[in-house]
């Protein structure tokens, strides 16, 4: 089963980080996804002006990846934002929050 869990300290962040493979930022927020409490992925993203940024995402799970990613999409909706963009090696992904988030 998996547990996704907001990251509470920038200690945590950093531990988290290098544990996933991510270079740590201290100027964003992050989850972490567990499985059978192992620690198998991470996002960092932050909020500039209007938009959010998932900077970076990263699971060992396509299915946690999908989770965790709605996660951050989830809380960044809830924080008033409607435009996310998830930054890749490719450039940037565009997603309109609007039409997942229906609350």
Do not use: W
């Given at each position: ?21 991510i ?6 927020m ?42 951050v ?24 929050v609007?039409?997942?988030c229906?609350?």
């Amino acid at each position: 089963m998996y547990e996704i869990k907001s990251v509470q300290s920038k200690d945590q962040q950093e531990k988290i980080c290098d544990q996933c493979g991510i270079v740590y930022d201290i100027d964003t927020m992050a989850y972490a996804v567990y499985e059978d409490d192992i620690l198998i992925g991470a996002a960092q993203f932050n909020i500039k002006g209007q938009a959010g940024y998932i900077c970076d995402l990263k699971c060992s799970n396509d299915e946690a990846v999908f989770l965790l990613e709605r996660t951050v999409i989830s809380f960044l909706e809830l924080c008033g934002i409607k435009d996310v963009y998830l930054k890749n090696d490719g450039g940037k992904l565009y997603v309109n929050v609007k039409p997942i988030c229906r609350h």
